[in-house]
């Protein structure tokens, strides 16, 4: 017989009164106990509370039927639904009784208000993470490196906004001890918002650079948004800068926790130096003396490998712990994601782009060729338009372009006409008009690579995530792939 203590642990405290106090709402109806919250109808919702959320384009409160069939054991509904009064378990239904009915004014209001409530009850200890970049590498390392030391939870991909954030906060457990939270934003107030939600004990900001101008209106803007997670952290905990960026910086002032630094090639609370680029990956001297491989290409990955090593310390695990689960990070998907096939090293950096992310890709190509010395092959760019940058978008586009030559790009290939001023800028920096290419779309891409590529190649491929460059980086992949297994085919029949 199970301890009625912990078969109230098992379902959780999501009662029907529980969540009306939590979220300001009203009781429509009782029933059972749930265990845990969702907002989508059409997975397993056994044991959960489904929160009606209503959106553009979709209305959860159109879906609560799949929602108790699917086993829910509590709504939390905006709107009068006739239906609500008698409730019942639909034939097939997981759960035998009637799910419990909260009415409130903003379910989208209600997810949060649950998962501050959840995050109350429990006893981990929260990091939480932005940053114009870098916030899913960071987040997926420094979750990697506490799940070696203790339970710990972290965001599902990049569950950063008004709803993936609750979501991730939904995973902690009696057992969990740590959670990596990443937060991101689109407009003003979202990660002032997220963060009281979340309460971080440790805040990472990565880097304060141009990314959805159009809802932050300036750098400035970015910088000040950003600066919500430091100023939300408690007296008690860290807050952990890129010493390196001036914006960053500048958020020591406005935080009342303790402030770490991390940087490159200067001293700091954390510090790498000697940082080199080569075949598998990047190696530096933390702390100018011991040395670390991170299998990923970039000093914007430096930076973040610095990081984590900075929040872990302060949770208490050991150095060679952190770094040994560094230096087994797999490539996370099309984010700098090498692909060699054919002969050629395409970069996939296709997951999404901004100016920052992409002078950092640059940076690793210009880096991974000067390690090489004498390596033959050509580095060729391929870039898509960087979406959301606002007013400032074509000087932006253009100072790309500038890059592009500064960093020792033998080729360039611009796809689609918002992405031609980078090709503009490169022009103007003096590239050979020979050497730069301007296409309508993915299949001229296409085309112009196919006639392009020979052996020895490294091919970056970046836009953001709307262009869909990912689809050039597979039908490449594909193509190579095959060329490569009919050139294996013709010598082993010439070698009989």
Known sequence: MVAPMKQAAARG????????????????????????????????????????????????????????ANGAVGLVVSRDLPELSRLSPVRGSRSARAPFVVRVDDTGMALLDLA?????????????????????????????????AMPT?????????????????F???????????????????????LTAVARPD??????????HLEGLGSLAGVAREKAALPAGL??????????????????????????????????????????????????????????VTLPRLGSHNVYNALAVIAAAHHLGVPEELVLQQLAAVPSAARRLEPKVVGGVTIFDDTYNMNPESARSALQALAGLRAGKGGRTGRSIAVFGAMLELGKGSLALHRRLGEQVVESGQDRLICVGED????????????????????????????????????????????????????????????DLAEEERRAACTEEVLGE
């Open 116 to 148: 501050r409530e959840h995050r109350r009850r429990h006893r981990a200890r929260v990091v939480g993470i932005t940053g114009s970049c870098g916030k899913t590498s960071t987040k997926e390392w420094l979750g990697a490196v506490l799940s070696a």
């Open 171 to 193: 995973q902690l457990g009696a057992e969990t001890r740590a959670a990596v939270v990443e937060i991101g934003t689109n407009a003003p107030g979202e990660i002032a918002q």
């Open 234 to 291: 408690p007296a008690d905990g860290l807050c952990i800068l890129n010493g390196d960026d001036a914006a960053c910086r500048t958020m020591a002032e406005l935080t009342p926790a303790p402030v770490q630094c991390v940087r490159i090639n200067h001293e700091a609370d954390w510090f790498a130096t000697e940082v080199r680029f080569h075949a598998l990956g990047t190696t530096f001297l933390l702390q100018g003396e011991r040395p």
């Open 13 to 68: 405290w999501f009662t029907a009164r529980s969540v009306a106090k939590a979220v300001a709402g009203a009781v429509v109806q009782g029933g059972p106990t749930g265990s845990g919250v969702t907002t989508d109808s059409r997975g397993d919702c056994t044991g959960k509370v489904f929160v009606a959320l209503r959106g553009e384009r979709h209305d959860g409160h159109d879906h609560i039927g799949s929602a108790i």
């Open 153 to 169: 939870v972290r965001s599902p991909g990049s569950y950063n906004n008004q709803v993936g954030v609750p979501l991730t906060l």
């Open 419 to 478: 992405a031609w001023p980078i090709a503009e800028g490169a022009l103007a920096a003096g590239m050979s008009a020979r050497a730069v290419d301007c296409v309508a779309d993915i299949g001229a891409a296409h085309a112009a690579l196919r006639s392009l590529l020979r052996t020895g190649d490294r091919v970056l491929c970046k836009a953001s995530r709307r262009v869909a460059l990912d689809r050039l980086v597979d039908r490449l992949v594909q």
């Open 202 to 211: 440790v805040g990472i900001v990565t880097c304060v650079a141009p990314a």
